[in-house]
């Protein structure tokens, strides 16, 4: 079975950045679709950002355009999301995600992905 493993996360003030990462390992994630979650307290799961299998089309929800960058490097198995300019409506926990099926597409709805990482909380005072 394949694990994800976030870190990179913390308390950070608003206009700041921190970079997350999310290692994969047990599985072939380097062949799927990756996505970043995120969750605040009494709201919803919703969609960050997703990177395909060769990291070469990224979407982004409006909220977090321009500001921050996802990234893979698929030798190291690892996924990263770089959050800049960050506010406090940024927090929460990130989770990161393997998308179901295979040299797909990107997609940001979160029944489509089956592997999850046990989150990392970002925390922006103001």
């Known amino acids: 079975q394949g694990q994800l493993v976030e870190s990179g996360g913390g308390l950070v003030q608003a206009g700041g950045s921190l970079r997350l990462s999310c290692a994969a390992s047990g599985g072939t994630f380097s062949w799927y679709p990756m996505a970043w979650f995120r969750q605040a307290p009494g709201k919803e799961r919703e969609f960050v950002a997703t990177i395909t299998w060769s990291g070469g089309s990224t979407d982004y929800a409006d909220s977090v355009k321009g500001r921050f960058t996802i990234s893979r490097d698929n030798a190291k198995n690892t996924m990263y999301l770089q959050m800049n300019s960050l506010k406090p409506e940024d927090t929460a926990v990130y989770y990161c995600?393997?998308?179901?099926?295979?040299?797909?597409?990107?997609?940001?709805?979160?029944?489509?992905?089956?592997?999850w990482g046990q989150g990392t909380q970002v925390t922006v005072s103001s």
């Open positions: 995600a393997r998308k179901t099926r295979a040299f797909s597409g990107t997609d940001r709805g979160v029944s489509e992905y089956d592997y």
